[in-house]
């Protein structure tokens, strides 16, 4: 291969490479934000289908109660919701870093009473993205 089509080769395929890669993370940009939304609007209309649908199903919710560890799993996170009533808590997302499969998202959810800070780790499947876990802190407002 000669230098000159070398140097062809590298300034043609680069920036095709490269706008495929911003397409790609693009649309997986649009599915993290579609993931979350269920997830939000879900534990905001107590959509239980709608919950579930944004998480895996081995997915857990960890946080710190009076300074011990707990977890919850998928189903006693999803049962602590009442089906079809709606809570008042508002919803947003504050931050995300994608990397391939992977993606990690900072959600604040405002309550009456409380702030919750989420830390939400997605994974991607397939053509899907899933909440694989939750991590959460509490504040009283």
């Known amino acids: ?3 000159l089509f070398f140097a062809f080769t590298l300034l043609v395929t680069t920036p095709l490479d490269q706008t495929a890669l911003m397409k790609q993370v693009d649309y997986d940009a649009v599915n993290v934000a579609r993931c ?4 939000l609007a879900g534990t905001a209309a107590g959509n239980k289908i709608q919950i579930r649908n944004a998480f895996l199903p081995n ?13 919850y799993t998928l189903d006693e ?15 947003r997302m504050v931050a995300s870093d994608i990397t391939g499969t992977a993606a990690m998202v900072k959600v604040e ?3 009456p009473g409380r702030l ?15 909440i694989a876990e939750k991590i959460c802190f509490i504040a009283a407002k």
Request: aromatic residues 14%; hydrophobic residues 35%.
């Open 1 to 3: 291969m000669t230098p």
């Open 36 to 39: 979350v939304n269920d997830y």
């Open 59 to 71: 997915a857990g919710l960890q946080f710190i109660r009076d300074g011990k560890p707990m977890r």
């Open 77 to 91: 996170y999803v049962d602590g919701f009442k089906d079809g009533a709606a809570n008042d808590r508002r919803g």
């Open 109 to 111: 959810i405002h309550t």
């Open 116 to 130: 919750f800070t989420d830390y939400l780790v997605l994974l991607k499947v397939g053509d899907d993205w899933k």
